[in-house]
């Protein structure tokens, strides 16, 4: 029986004053990931590309930990789009061949008179051609079910991304402002390496 359930979450987050705007913070993938999904979560597969592997789902009998590819894109504007590129259930090939996800999302910067707030909204969708025992159960139930878990999936998203892009994001506003101030424009983690002495200097 294949069966399709979704969810969807929107957030407004208001952004404190700081010394860098949030526009600028918003341009960095690798920041913006570490906000949604623990670090220890999470491999970066390219410059914009971020495999993740969430947290357990028990759906009625089934435990499934779905690893997910997220892409992430940002325009100069600070707006934020995240698309599923890939989805892998490891460890149980039954479900794995018969599972789909798709999570896309967008954050971007609203001013509000002296205000900046930051609105965006996240649709999660999965299907899955359930096994056997699970087919004498009634469609609207398991539909009823699997879009409730989805449901707290991306509440928990949420709840972490209010709390933690703001404290991040204050971190390196404030770590920015601080090396503009010492004549160096580029932000801590933007700043070139040393270079590799050479024997013989």
Known sequence: MLIKF???EGVVIAVPQEPVPIQHYLR????????????????????????LKMRPLRFIILNL??????????????????????????????????????????????QTGDQTFLQGKADLEVQVDVPPPLEIMP??????????????????????????L????????QATAEATDSSNPLAPELRPNPPIPVKGD
Request: proline share 3%; with cysteine; hydrophobic share 35%.
């Open 6 to 8: 979704s969810a969807s």
């Open 28 to 51: 960095q993938p690798r920041r913006l990931v570490s906000a949604l999904v623990d670090t220890r979560r999470t491999e970066q597969l390219g410059e914009n590309l971020f495999r």
């Open 65 to 110: 930990q779905p690893t997910v590819d997220l892409q992430v894109q940002s325009n100069t504007e600070g707006q934020v789009y995240l698309e599923s590129v890939g989805c892998e259930i490891r460890g149980v090939e039954y479900i794995n061949q018969r599972f789909r996800l798709k999570l896309v999302g967008n954050l971007y910067p609203v």
């Open 139 to 164: 469609r609207a139930v398991l539909e009823s079910t699997g879009s409730n878990l989805l449901s707290r999936v991306l509440s928990t998203i949420k709840q972490r991304l209010m709390h933690q």
């Open 166 to 173: 703001i404290v991040d994001y204050r971190h390196w506003a």
